[in-house]
């Protein structure tokens, strides 16, 4: 069974930093586009950010540039988030995805979803 499993979330103040992992088990992903998305209580799934199957492109919402980066490892078949000056509003249950999307940011075009990590960032 192919599984994303997502990793790294936790607890912090505003300010603070956080790094997800993504690491894909049943199959390898490294011809895959990745995004990250998050979901916050009461809202809609939105796209945080995704990264092309070899690292060279990258696409991010404009509430997370400058703040958050992805970023790929084929060897280790592994994406992060790296997440800094996090702020309360950063709250949610992210989710790694791959697939071959046409449009990054609509949740449509991937085809795997992890369970989701829970981000809290306190005031």
């Known amino acids: 069974q192919v599984q994303l499993v997502e990793s790294g979330g936790g607890l912090v103040q505003a300010g603070e930093s956080l790094r997800l992992s993504c690491a894909p088990s049943?199959?390898?992903?490294?011809?895959?586009?990745m995004g990250w998305f998050r979901q916050a209580p009461g809202k809609q799934r939105e796209f945080v950010a995704a990264i092309g199957w070899n690292g060279g492109n990258t696409y991010y919402a404009d509430s997370v540039k400058g703040r958050f980066t992805i970023s790929r490892d084929n060897a280790k078949n592994t994406v992060y988030l790296q997440m800094k000056s996090l702020k309360p509003e950063d709250t949610a249950v992210y989710y790694c995805?791959?697939?071959?999307?046409?449009?990054?940011?609509?949740?449509?075009?991937?085809?795997?979803w992890g369970q989701g990590t829970q981000v809290t960032v306190s005031s």
């Open positions: 995805a791959a697939g071959f999307p046409s449009r990054v940011e609509r949740t449509n075009d991937y085809n795997y």
């Open positions: 049943g199959r390898t992903f490294n011809t895959y586009a």
